[in-house]
Each structure stands twice: as structure tokens, then as C-alpha cells.
């Protein structure tokens, strides 16, 4: 599947030609091609954004507690532990290179022949000790990066008979290194506990934990990695929601919070820094960048082209009520909560992660528009 570049087109989305090519843009990440792929597998790590049922089988608790219920999933007609109604773009990731999707590693009855996923909803990059020590609490069954490397380690072991067996294995794989880091600082900024310049403090830590991540799978074999920023937390429902205060002139024209997507900002540029010194300490290995935040910003501004409700692009379709259709204390699928009519309008699903229809769209922008770096990498990874 060949990368379009239609970023000139940007300005003109309104155009029919364009409108058309997008359609068909969007029929190819859901129909398989003929050609061969250059990717066999996919291994992940990350948090709620990319788990597609570690946590269910771990027992979800707190703000995860109904996932494994309805509403969720209801777009597939079946709970499957995602954080939506439906899909995700690691998903619509392994669709577009002729993959099945990628199972849980705590599902052991599963098949791993397209890969294994290590992500985890709620996870974080630091471990519980160096949140703790800045008094940040994380959630009993948070799950943190470095755990999942293990889990990564063990399943090697079990799997590869050397470790040249193991680098051969590895060399045709897609590795995804996060999205990571967005709990560290969402649990920080939830417990009211850390200003946002208190929490730069954390970022360092964070992009060095990244980095470290895909330093050992490099090490391991990997060679071709994505390594995604942070989304654009100012326009969450769930930020929106408990930090928006009128009259601070806080808000943007699109409604979001400045000083939170301002914070974002701020990981990425530190991220994208850091992939740079990997690139060039790792000339031979593909290290590409996802721009979830530009995607997503992408996303609002074209929403109604892309089908979206405009009056509706920062409430959460699941939830209870309110500007924002968020509570803190009323999560999606627990009593007192309700879903809107069509999910596939929305882009928040519920408050906090975005809906099948958003993730496609978000895919859609990372393989062909440009929104992943550097594009010509990305278009030899989805050649196929």
C-alpha cells in the first residue's frame, strides 16, 4: 500500500477528487493487498492507546473496571479489553501490512505468528518507586514499561532456539515503542498533586526510559521501529473536563487547553530530539516517528469532512453528562453513564481514549499524509 502524499491538498479538502482518494485511502487499510509485505510481525509496547486485551486478563480495576463490559467494544459486538468502542491503529497498522491482529501476550492461548502485544492500559514509562518518590500513586494493576520488556525477554526465550535465530526473527518485525508516557503525566495531573512545571520534571526520565526501550530491541535485532509522541491532551474531554476554567483565557480556537497541548508539545520536541541521537547512533535501522498529536490536530480540523459531528469533537460519546460529557467519578460503563447514538461520529469515545472511527482516521494520516517520519521509511514499511 503506497504512501499518498496529499498534504497539498491540505487547504482544499472540501474538493471532490480529493474527498474520493481519501475514500479509497481508507477502504485500503481495512482490504488486504495482493503483494507480499516486508513486515511478518508486529511487537508492541505501550499503554491504553495500543492494549488490546492485556489488562481484561489481568483483572481491570479503577478507571479500567468496565472494559471488559459493555459499552465497550460494541462497535466489534463483543468486549475485547480495548479502550474503545471498536479498533485501534495498532490494529489498522497490522491490516494494512497483511497481518491478523495482534494478540495480547496474556492471552497464552493465543497465536503469535503476527507478533506479540506487551501494551497495557494504564501503564507508564517509570517504574512505581520513581513516581512514588514524587508522590504520585499509581494504580494497583499498572503495569510498567519495564515489566513488559520482560515479558518481551521470556517470550524470546521460549520462542527462539539462539539469539541469532532470535535476531533473524526480529529483523522482519515491526517494533512499536509506545505510545508511553501519557500516564506518568496524566496520574500526576489527576491526583492534583503536580503543576504542569512541576511534571516537566518528569520528562527527561521519560523519553530516557523510551529510549533505553528501543536501545535493547535494537540490540535484540530490531530494525524497524515506531516510536510515537504524545496526543494533544488539551483537548481531552477528561483535561477539559477538570482543568478548564472560564476567563483564563486558557482556551484555544478549537476549544482546547493551551498550557496542557503546550505541555505535549513539550514531550515531543524532547522525543523527537532524542530519535534523532538513535538515528544517528543506529544508521542501518529504521526509527520512525508518529506524530499522534499532528494527526489528531489534523483530524479536528478536517472532522466533518472525515464524518465527524462537528458540534461534538470534544465530548465523549460514552459518559455522564455535562460540557464535556466526563466525570471522573462516573466512567463509561458504570451506572449513571450513556452512549451516544452512533459512536462513529465522535471522536472521544470516553473521555479519556478516542473511538474506532478517530483511530482510523489517525491510522490513515500516519501511513499516508505524512503525519510519520520519515515518510519515504513509512512508505517502504507499507509497500505492499
Keep these: 500500500m503506497a504512501v499518498a502524499n496529499v498534504a497539498a491538498c491540505h487547504g482544499k479538502l472540501s474538493c471532490p477528487a480529493l474527498l474520493s482518494l481519501l475514500l479509497l485511502l481508507l477502504r ?14 508486529i511487537y508492541s509496547f505501550g499503554d491504553s492507546i495500543a492494549d488490546t486485551g492485556n489488562l481484561l486478563r489481568e483483572g481491570p480495576v479503577g478507571f479500567f473496571a468496565s472494559i471488559g463490559s459493555y459499552p465497550y467494544g460494541q462497535t466489534l459486538r463483543k468486549p475485547t479489553g480495548r479502550c474503545s468502542d471498536g479498533l485501534l491503529i495498532i490494529d489498522y497498522f497490522a491490516m494494512a501490512l497483511n497481518l491478523s491482529l495482534v ?19 494504564g501503564a507508564t514509562a517509570l517504574d512505581r518507586a520513581v513516581l512514588l518518590q514524587g508522590g504520585v500513586m499509581m494504580p494497583p494493576a499498572s503495569v510498567p514499561i519495564s515489566t513488559q520488556l520482560d515479558w518481551f525477554r ?20 515491526l517494533f512499536l515503542v509506545g505510545e508511553i508516557g501519557g500516564n506518568d503525566y496524566n496520574y500526576a495531573f489527576f491526583q492534583g498533586i503536580r503543576s504542569i512545571e512541576a511534571t516537566k520534571a518528569y520528562v527527561p526520565q521519560v523519553i530516557k526510559t523510551i529510549m533505553n526501550v528501543a536501545k535493547e530491541v535494537i540490540e535484540l535485532g530490531a530494525t524497524q521501529i515506531i516510536i510515537p509522541g504524545n496526543f494533544p491532551i488539551g483537548c481531552s474531554p477528561s483535561y477539559l473536563s477538570l482543568f478548564s476554567v472560564s476567563g483564563t483565557g486558557d482556551l484555544d480556537d478549537r476549544g482546547c487547553l493551551k498550557s496542557y497541548n503546550a505541555f505535549a508539545q513539550h514531550h515531543n520536541e524532547q522525543l523527537q530530539a532524542a530519535i534523532d541521537d538513535l538515528r544517528k547512533a543506529n544508521t542501518d535501522v529504521t526509527i520512525i516517528y508518529a506524530d499522534y498529536y499532528g494527526a489528531f490536530m489534523h483530524l479536528l480540523d478536517h472532522a466533518s469532512i472525515l464524518g465527524f459531528d462537528q458540534g461534538s469533537l470534544l465530548q465523549a460519546c460514552c459518559g455522564a453528562g455535562g460540557a464535556y460529557n466526563f466525570n471522573m467519578n462516573l466512567m463509561c460503563g458504570t451506572p449513571g453513564t450513556s452512549t451516544c447514538a452512533n459512536p462513529a461520529h465522535r471522536v472521544s469515545w470516553d473521555g479519556i481514549h478516542l473511538t474506532q472511527q478517530a483511530y482510523r482516521a489517525i491510522a490513515l494520516s500516519l501511513l499516508m499524509e505524512g503525519f510519520a517520519q520519515p515518510a519515504d521509511a513509512v512508505q517502504e514499511i507499507w509497500s505492499c
Design 28 to 41: 485500503a487499510l481495512v482490504e488486504p493487498a495482493a503483494a507480499a509485505c516486508s513486515v511478518d510481525a
Design 103 to 121: 494478540s495480547p501476550y496474556m492471552d497464552k492461548g493465543a497465536d503469535f505468528a503476527s507478533g506479540v502485544n506487551f501494551a497495557v492500559a
Design 154 to 173: 521470556s517470550h524470546l526465550n521460549a520462542t527462539c532456539g539462539s539469539q541469532e535465530d532470535c535476531a533473524k526473527k526480529l529483523a522482519r518485525a
